[in-house]
């Protein structure tokens, strides 16, 4: 299972196009695209409104199925995940994920929680921390594999972590 994560794009619809275009079982929005619920380059992504989002349409999170995965997705700025992920994992645990995705800080990363796989894949426009634009590819098959990449497609950085 392939399974694509952006987050934080800001208006920047080129972004949007390149990285929604990569084949993958399921892309997943984290928030702040800054576009409306009817633009039609979001349409059939798995989008959640992110603090700089107006469209109220948006969804605030989204969990759905995806092969054996439950992906749980929300930009992160109701979770205060700036400051620690904990409220977040409470969230995940409700919803049964065994994914969560979000954004909100511009940072890129991925970690293992009571056996939940959070993953915040960065910003294609505006990063933070001194690192690269990025986005973010899930592959769950023994373990997880995230890849980071920047918006030149090339690797940023790995972790592969045991489910």
Request: overall charge negative.
């Amino acid at each position: 299972m392939k399974i694509i994560v952006l987050s934080d794009s800001h208006g920047d619809t080129a972004t949007v196009q390149q990285i929604a275009a990569l084949p993958a079982d399921a892309t997943f929005h984290c928030g702040d695209s800054e576009l409306p619920v009817d633009h039609p380059l979001i349409k059939g992504l798995h989008i959640v409104r992110g603090n700089c989002d107006r469209d109220r349409q948006l969804p605030a999170s989204v969990s759905v199925k995806v092969g054996d995965e439950s992906v749980f997705v929300v930009h992160g700025h109701e979770h205060d995940v700036k400051r620690s992920l904990l409220a977040l994992s409470y969230a995940a645990a409700e919803q049964q994920a065994s994914i969560v995705l979000f954004g909100h800080s511009h940072l890129y990363g991925a970690e293992m929680i009571g056996g939940v796989l959070f993953v915040n894949p960065g910003s294609t426009t505006q990063p933070r921390g001194g690192r690269e634009a990025t986005y973010a590819v899930i592959e769950a098959e023994e373990t997880y594999t995230v890849s980071f990449y920047n918006m030149n497609n090339q690797l940023v950085d790995q972790t592969v972590l045991e489910k």
